[in-house]
């Protein structure tokens, strides 16, 4: 496909939220055609989808269903949104995409990264990112920031235990696909980490066009 994919991962706090809409900015300074868009949400059906998952007050719900309604989500965004803009030749920022599933859902919640895994691929068809930023930060250090500033969503009040293992699988599956993934040491300041993420795509840039 033509365009250029590439998903921002990391645990909650990480501060890749702000790097997207940077990176957007850079974009549109260079006048490239780009799309900048999130998970979950993306798409009218996907934020309902966000607005369900996220919700505390949806204690009942399941593992299992829970990493449906994210696959949803992602199907609907790859469907709707970010297939066609790859089409028409479009960098794609997204801020999550499949790795946050197999993370939070495979490790995380304990589901399994191989059969996350498979109701993912099922969702999206064969879209994956060419290219996966990954900001690494200590997930306990930025969480502490994140839930004490704006009392946190049903993923981010989940304890510590639950963001540790996130994190360890997000380092388990750095393993498992090295290939695409590039680690951002987001320690740094804002626009270290930006000039660290523009460097990562602008090698992609110029290996795809070459
Ligand atoms: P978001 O509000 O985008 O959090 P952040 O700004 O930290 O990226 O994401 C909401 C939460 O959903 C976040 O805690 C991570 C979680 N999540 C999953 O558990 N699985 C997924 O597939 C995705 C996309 C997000």
Do not use: W
């Amino acid at each position: 496909m033509a365009g250029l994919f590439i998903a921002l991962e990391g645990p909650d706090g990480s501060g890749k939220s702000t790097i997207t809409r940077l990176l957007g900015e850079y974009f549109k300074e260079k006048d490239m055609d780009y799309l900048v868009t999130r998970e979950p949400g993306g798409t009218m059906i996907g934020e309902e989808i966000r607005r369900l998952i996220l919700d505390t007050e949806n204690t009942e719900m399941g593992p299992e269903t829970e990493a449906l309604l994210y696959a949803a989500s992602r199907g609907q965004h790859v469907h709707e949104k970010i297939r066609p803009a790859l089409k028409e030749g479009k960098i794609v920022l997204c801020d999550r995409f499949i790795l946050s599933s197999l993370a939070y859902q495979g490790v995380g919640r304990g589901l399994g990264i191989k059969e996350v895994k498979a109701i993912n691929d099922f969702a999206i068809q064969d879209v994956y990112p060419d290219l996966i930023l990954f900001f690494h930060i200590d997930p306990e250090l930025t969480l502490k920031r994140k839930t004490h500033r704006m009392g946190g969503d049903r993923l981010e009040k989940e304890g510590s235990d639950f963001h540790r293992k996130v994190y360890d699988g997000y380092m388990e599956l750095i393993k498992m696909y090295p290939k695409n993934i590039r680690i951002i040491d987001a320690s740094k300041s804002i626009s270290d980490v930006l000039a660290q993420s523009i460097e990562e795509i602008e090698k992609v840039l110029i290996s795809k066009e070459g």
